[in-house]
């Protein structure tokens, strides 16, 4: 995929003119410190600035997507996406992905009805961002369709097909849209399916490429940090040559009046949930919109919303959902109810219906309280480079280019009146917009065991011919890039590390102060609580769930409303979750805040009500949630190979799930078990205690002693432990449900912890495995040469205190391909044995893994999740700054030895699981 780097000046040489020449972009609307440019071919650039943040988000959307596909070529766009990676007339084949590759930390692309969208996310430097714009200039003048690659793209395509169409929500909204539209419109599918997708000649692939990939219809959208001259400068160099092209007129949806559509009712019988859904849509109508946005709010959160409070309060349903689709051509509501077979189905058809369309009205209080979630909201989502981008995005297709109408809608949202909210929503949510959804499990007919056909091969409508191999890159420009990150890594480190303050409180709880700036201006908190032992914990999984879950609900003094009105008023939010054994609790708030926040819930966790009521909701929804056949091919094979692995004892903390053994606790469980378990065990003693963002470190120090160092328990702390044990390779094929997919799941466990001198190749070994979903080993094997996934990944999982790890490969497949894809898994890892890795992809992997790593450095609260980990530990910053070194000086021959050490295929355990095998006892 990767042919040898040449320094390419775009052309500047082949035109004859030199780059002052052009004609300068020229702002055309600058609104909340976002700036339109345009250039003379009509191409617009959106800049959005953000000097704290660390990375580049760069989009460049095209305003074309399925519904111009060609009547009788359904997904002609979604493929075009996909052959858009495979090469241009100077960056060649491979070799594009490679370079996308080198020079991003992410780099995706997604098509939908009204866009066409390739993102990329980079470092804030000039290389990567000059690189990535000149890509996309590439990208969009001088693309190589090539019909080599084009059954293989089908092919995956064809493989997110079937896991999109394994989702029940996604079966559900296909049926209500071909309901609406038929088979053409909105409702087609912009994914494709086969029949269309093999009729498509290279003629209609090109075709649609110049109609559509022109720069008067795309619009590039870059926010983050970046030089704005330099940016605007190497726009105008690599797309101002490319000429305008005369536009086809766009498709038009036909006008939504849902209450002429016949059918009305649809049911879903896939996987293992049960729910109900009313959906209500119709036509655009942009002044509701405002108030559609506030919808799932006002209906379903906790604890106010009407909905939760009408279903899920009074035990008539399990949990209920709410979200909104706002678009081009219509309005779209979503409100359902989760349900376990125990609950009464009509009477959850009936409140939903009275909940929504015969609800109470809002008040003035509840609007104010959503109001100011959706302010909060709005304002992380401009802290957030990426999340600006993604709206911006978003906005410039949806409002035909209108980005700012962003702006204008949260301003319209802050000026609702409840007058106006509640009229609009009676307007909307009615019978005659009404869709009714049911979502039931996989019938038992379809989950026996299918007689696997032997597969006849695929029709051949284009020349399928062997994709030769690209050269490989002079590794010499990774091994520079690797010596700058380690360089900047270590300076990162240091400045880090001089900032921080460790310490221990007298009773032992341990913590670190981070005091500095956070790009989105909140303080940050992390406590672990760690107590008990496995021997006096025994048992006690579901009830240390519930003392987490309950924790924080209520409190002697405060409410559960109380609790949430607070959140909302600092602009944060506090959870506590159960972690092996102990709690962690998590508390951010504006940095203004910040104090006053973290007292309150300090407060709250010394005096936690833990409501009866609230007890018995919880119980109910757990049992609910377990009472559910587990029969989809992913769960199946995670519980298969959980089951084959185990060496712990049922009741053992770290036993693994097992849904009739969770049923059995949980029906054991009382409120008192839980208010015992607190008193006896919940204490600061073996706590740790991280706090980053703007404040007094003194002030907080003296804080932390008054409220913690006399929080002590008497009862004895081990932490738990994780041994390494060593598996014969073991191939089980389990039976699941009758699905599209299957899922693989495969573990070989390696005596390796994250401190072992071998851990740094190990890293290095898993990224060059299975790490990017096209050129790693797995990726070319699994996906591109063979189309057997769509999605896949390895996972390098190391103990922080044992020499205990694990390497795992997970993978989605087509059903009834379960031996072709260990066959191909076991050929990759025979490859490495055998062969090694090769030194460029070394020194790949290498550049990426640091080029990772150093931009999480640059994140503060990145590394506020490092802290408490760091002080169990009794680390500091400089022994991540060894193992930078250590991955740096890695060679071919030491990463080599690695895999002949570790890599056993004879301890490979693996279990694929799908509708073509037998069932297990």
Not at 68 to 84: R, S, T
Not at 700 to 720: D, E, G, H, I, V
Not at 751 to 773: E, M, N, R, T
Not at 804 to 829: C, D, F, P
């Amino acid at each position: 995929m990767l042919m040898r780097l040449k320094k390419l000046t775009l052309s500047l040489c082949l035109i004859g003119i030199s780059a002052t020449t052009f004609a300068q972009t020229i702002l055309v609307k600058s609104e909340h410190n976002i700036e339109e440019y345009k250039l003379d071919n009509g191409m617009r650039v959106l800049l959005a600035p953000n000097d704290k943040e660390n990375k580049v988000f760069v989009n460049t959307v095209y305003f074309t997507g399925s519904l111009n596909d060609p009547k009788g070529k359904g997904g002609l766009a979604h493929l075009l996406e996909h052959l858009a990676f495979k090469g241009t007339e100077n960056v060649k084949g491979e070799e594009f992905q490679r370079r996308l590759d080198q020079y991003t930390l992410m780099t995706n692309a997604s098509t939908d009805y009204y866009s066409t969208k390739y993102t990329n996310i980079v470092r804030p430097e000039k290389t990567a961002l000059n690189e990535i714009i000149h890509l996309e200039a590439e990208r969009m003048d001088k693309l190589v369709l090539q019909e080599k690659y084009v059954p293989s793209e089908i092919n995956i395509v064809m493989r997110e097909r079937e896991v999109r169409m394994d989702q029940p929500f996604a079966v559900l909204m296909d049926q209500m849209w071909k309901a609406a539209y038929g088979n053409q419109s909105l409702g087609r599918l912009p994914i494709g399916d086969l029949s269309e997708l093999q009729s498509i000649k290279m003629s209609e692939l090109n075709q649609f490429y110049k109609d559509w990939y022109a720069p008067n219809n795309a619009v590039m959208v870059i926010s983050g940090k970046f030089d704005k001259a330099e940016v605007l400068k190497q726009i105008d160099q690599n797309f101002s040559p490319i000429p305008a092209r005369k536009l086809p007129a766009q498709a038009q949806v036909p006008l939504l009046d849902s209450a002429t559509i016949k059918i009305r009712d649809f049911k879903v019988q896939k996987g293992s949930d049960l729910a109900k859904f009313n959906i209500y849509m119709n036509g655009k109508d942009e002044k509701i919109q405002p108030v559609l946005a506030l919808a799932p709010y006002l209906y379903t959160l906790q604890p106010s919303g009407h909905l939760y409070s009408n279903m899920v309060e009074t035990g008539v349903a399990t949990n209920v959902q709410s979200t909104t689709w706002l678009d081009n051509d219509f309005n779209l509501v979503f409100m359902g109810a989760i349900y376990a077979p125990t609950h009464d189905a009509k009477k959850i058809e009936d409140s939903l219906i009275q909940g929504v369309e015969q609800n109470k009205k809002f008040d003035e209080v509840e609007l104010k309280r959503v109001k100011n979630l959706m302010s909060n909201a709005n304002e992380n989502l401009l802290n957030n480079a990426t999340a600006v981008g993604g709206m911006l995005s978003d906005y410039v297709v949806s409002s035909h280019g209108d980005w700012a109408q962003y702006f204008r809608d949260q301003q319209a949202i802050q000026k609702l009146t409840v007058a106006e909210t509640n009229a609009t929503l009676k307007a909307f949510l009615t019978p005659n917009h009404r869709f009714n959804g049911d979502i039931q499990p996989t019938p038992e007919d379809q989950k026996k065991a299918l007689e696997q056909k032997q597969a006849s091969e695929k029709p051949k409508t284009l020349d399928q011919q062997a994709i030769a191999e690209e050269p490989l890159k002079d590794v010499s420009e990774y091994q520079a890039e690797v010596r700058q990150f380690v360089e900047k890594s270590k300076q990162h480190l240091d400045q880090i590390e001089k900032k921080i303050q460790r310490g221990t409180l007298k009773n032992g709880m341990q913590y670190a102060l981070f005091p500095t700036s956070t790009r989105d201006d909140k303080t940050y908190a992390t406590i672990n609580v760690n107590f008990g032992t496995a021997e006096s914990l025994m048992n006690k999984a579901e009830i240390l769930d519930f003392t987490a879950y309950l924790l924080l609900r209520a409190s002697n003094q405060y409410s559960l409303q109380d609790i949430a009105d607070k959140s909302i008023a600092a602009g944060g939010s506090a959870t506590a979750t159960a972690s092996e054994n102990g709690m962690t609790i998590q508390i951010v708030a504006k940095q203004e805040k910040f104090e006053e926040f973290f007292k309150y819930i300090i407060s709250v966790m010394k005096n936690p009500k833990f409501e009866q009521s609230q007890f018995d909701l919880i119980k109910l929804q757990s049992l609910a949630s377990l009472d559910r056949p587990y029969t989809e091919p992913e769960t199946v094979a995670a519980l298969t190979i959980a089951r084959l692995l185990e060496t712990y004892q049922p009741g053992d903390l770290r036993y693994h799930f097992e849904p009739e053994l969770a049923k059995k606790q949980i029906n054991a469980a009382s409120n008192a078990q839980v208010i015992d378990l607190y008193k006896k065990y919940f204490a600061m003693d073996h706590a740790q205690i991280s706090i980053t963002g703007q404040y007094d470190a003194k002030k907080m120090q003296a804080l932390l002693n008054q409220a913690f160092s006399q929080w002590s328990s008497k009862q004895p702390y081990q932490r738990l432990t994780t041994e390494y044990h060593a598996y014969k390779a073991q191939k089980v094929h389990a039976l699941s449900e009758q699905r599209e997919f299957g899922s693989y799941q495969a573990l070989q466990t390696l005596p390796v912890g994250v401190d072992h001198k071998d851990a740094a190749a190990l890293i290095v070994f898993s990224y060059i495995l299975g790490d990017s979903q096209l050129s790693s080993r797995l990726g070319q094997e699994l996906r591109e040469k063979n189309a057997l996934v769509y999605g896949f990944g390895s996972n390098l999982d190391l103990d922080s205190f044992n020499d205990a790890g694990a390497l795992s490969i997970e993978a989605n497949y087509t059903a009834g391909k379960s031996a072709e894809v260990s066959q191909v898994v076991h050929k990759v890892l025979a490859d490495l044995l055998s062969k090694g890795v090769t030194t460029q992809e070394l020194e790949a992997a290498k550049a990426s893994i640091m080029k990772q790593r150093v931009t999480s450095l640059e994140d503060e609260r990145v590394i506020h999740r490092m802290l408490n980990s760091q002080l169990e530990r009794n680390k500091k910053m400089e022994s991540r700054a060894l193992r930078d070194q250590e991955i740096a000086k890695l060679t071919k021959t030491d990463v080599d030895a690695v895999i002949k050490k570790y890599i056993k295929p004879d301890q490979l355990v693996e279990v694929m699981s799908d509708q073509y095998a037998k069932a297990q006892k």
